[in-house]
């Protein structure tokens, strides 16, 4: 099984900071990553998808990058409707594991 | 529009057995992989089954492999999961998702449903 690490599980932030977010793949998953976002109470949005895409109508401020082993989702200017939980998932080979998630809060 | 609406969940004794509905509108069912992902509460997303868009290939993760079984009616535009011998560990919101692909593989789940809880407790 491939397994995927998020750093950091959890991550205080002002609005209009610029916010990284790491995962790992424990083997290379070459750019077969996607990243999703989810708000308390509702099913996961996806975000961005092969590791760079952007999803259709997620605004420009979230970007995707990386291939491997390494993967970065970086949002350029924090909003307030921005504070969720993000996860990573490989979708190289099953099972399609999903990162730990990392909570972005209000500073 | 798009949509995939979850049904079945509820209250089940450890042991006992559970089916889930996954009704989907919108678009070409039969031509889309289709998943369940389950959340437990607080706690983070887990992949639990995939069908291929004809039902010719299935796979599970190993949490419930030998329990659980997903299956389609591609007639009905709707994607099922039967759950059996369930453990307390299985308390979860059941989501079930769309797999997008491209030429190369699987993409990603692009379109989710809302989610169904079970709750296993005696």
């Known amino acids: 099984d491939i397994q995927l690490t998020q750093s950091p599980s959890f991550l205080s932030a002002s609005v209009g900071d610029r916010v990284t977010i790491t995962c790992r793949a424990s083997?290379?998953?070459?750019?077969?990553l996607a990243w999703y976002q989810q708000k308390p109470g509702k099913a996961p949005k996806l975000l961005i998808y092969?590791?760079?895409t952007l999803q259709s109508g997620v605004p420009s401020r979230f970007s995707g990058s990386g291939s491997g082993t390494e993967f970065t989702l970086t949002i350029s200017s924090l909003q307030p409707e921005d504070f969720a939980t993000y996860y990573c998932?490989?979708?190289?080979?099953?099972?399609?594991?999903f990162g730990g998630g990392t909570k972005v809060e209000i500073k | 529009q798009v949509q995939l609406v979850e049904s079945g969940g509820g209250v089940v004794q450890p042991g006992r057995s559970l089916r889930l509905s996954c009704a989907a509108s919108?678009?070409?069912?039969?031509?889309?992989?289709m998943h369940w992902v389950r959340q437990a509460p607080g706690k983070g997303l887990e992949w639990v089954a995939v069908?291929?868009?004809?039902?010719?290939?299935?796979y599970y993760a190993d949490s419930v492999k030998g329990r659980f079984t997903i299956s389609r009616d591609n007639s009905k535009n709707t994607l099922y999961l039967q759950m059996n011998s369930l453990r307390a560990e299985d308390t979860a919101v059941y989501y079930c998702?769309?797999?997008?692909?491209?030429?190369?593989?699987?993409?990603?789940?692009?379109?989710w449903g809302q989610g169904t809880m079970v709750t296993v407790s005696s």
């Open positions: 998702a769309r797999e997008d692909h491209g030429p190369g593989g699987p993409d990603a789940f692009d379109i």
């Open positions: 919108g678009f070409t069912f039969s031509s889309y992989g």
């Open positions: 069908i291929w868009y004809d039902g010719s290939n299935k």
């Open positions: 083997q290379g998953i070459s750019s077969y």
């Open positions: 092969a590791a760079s």
């Open positions: 998932q490989q979708l190289n080979s099953y099972p399609l594991h």
